[in-house]
């Protein structure tokens, strides 16, 4: 009985410790500075240096930090297939969240797919670089549009595919690459509809922790992905908007002198359960 009580004790000692994961919510419509991608310091120059190239010098990165348990910060840059390479493109709040758009071809102020006279569709991706790793928990949709012709908006209309840079180290640049062949580093998290505008949208479901995530619009030559279930996932008509994100840590470890108490609570009962036989 003792031995039952003094775990029960120990449980409830370190029941506050052992809570959830530290969590971080990010309104992507309140940028904490955005800044062109050259001669900048920090996360800014490396992201510059990795992944944008100076390719057409007017890319911009939008730089956030969170609120929440977690103290985290992120930056945002763009990119989209153009004639199946990948480039980088201008990243923008226009109102509704965050868009992309192509300096040379025009286009939409959102995340698509639909720029077909482009030899194929040109997909649209976000990289999210953290500092640190995170599991991308939900992201949400303040605005969706519909394709040239179409009169019905719908959720139809922000669909989504995720990729988790799992590899060692930072990423190597993709630019001149295509998404279909971006390697074994990156890993489909998953394809997801936005059901509902300003409110979250459930992802990464196992929980992978990483430092740079791709979030765009649905693409359908990216391999290895698991559709959300119950979703019938259409290609070339997504319009919309990225306006918020939640993400988790891992929890702080335990201090040596919590676990060294939780032990000694534990060994206390083991010792008067001798005793009494």
Known sequence: MLRKS????????????????????????????????????????LIDKIFLGDVYGSEYVYSYASSGSADL?????????????????????????????FALGGGEHAIDNNEQRWSGNAYDMLLLSFTEAVSLDAISSGWRGADR???????????????????????????????????????????????????????????LLSQYWLVGAYNSTLTGITDEQGVSFTDGNDFWKLDGISVSVNPVPLPGTLVLFGTALLAAGSIRKKTKK
């Open 149 to 207: 012709g179409d009169s019905t908006v719908d959720a139809s209309n922000s669909e989504s595919s995720i990729l988790a840079y799992t590899g060692s180290a930072t990423p190597d640049s993709f630019v001149g690459g295509s998404w279909n062949t971006l390697g074994s580093s990156w890993t489909g998290i998953g394809n997801y509809q936005i059901d509902n505008l300003n409110s979250p949208e459930a992802v990464n479901e196992g929980g």
């Open 6 to 45: 003094l775990k029960i004790a120990a449980l409830a000692f370190f029941a506050p410790c052992l809570a959830n994961a530290l969590t971080a919510d990010f309104d992507l419509t309140q940028p904490t500075s955005v800044s062109d991608a050259d001669g900048w310091g920090g996360m800014v120059e």
């Open 73 to 101: 910060g992120l930056s945002v840059v763009g990119f989209t297939s153009y004639s199946n390479s990948i480039t980088p493109v201008d990243v923008g709040q226009w109102g509704g969240g965050l868009g992309a758009e």
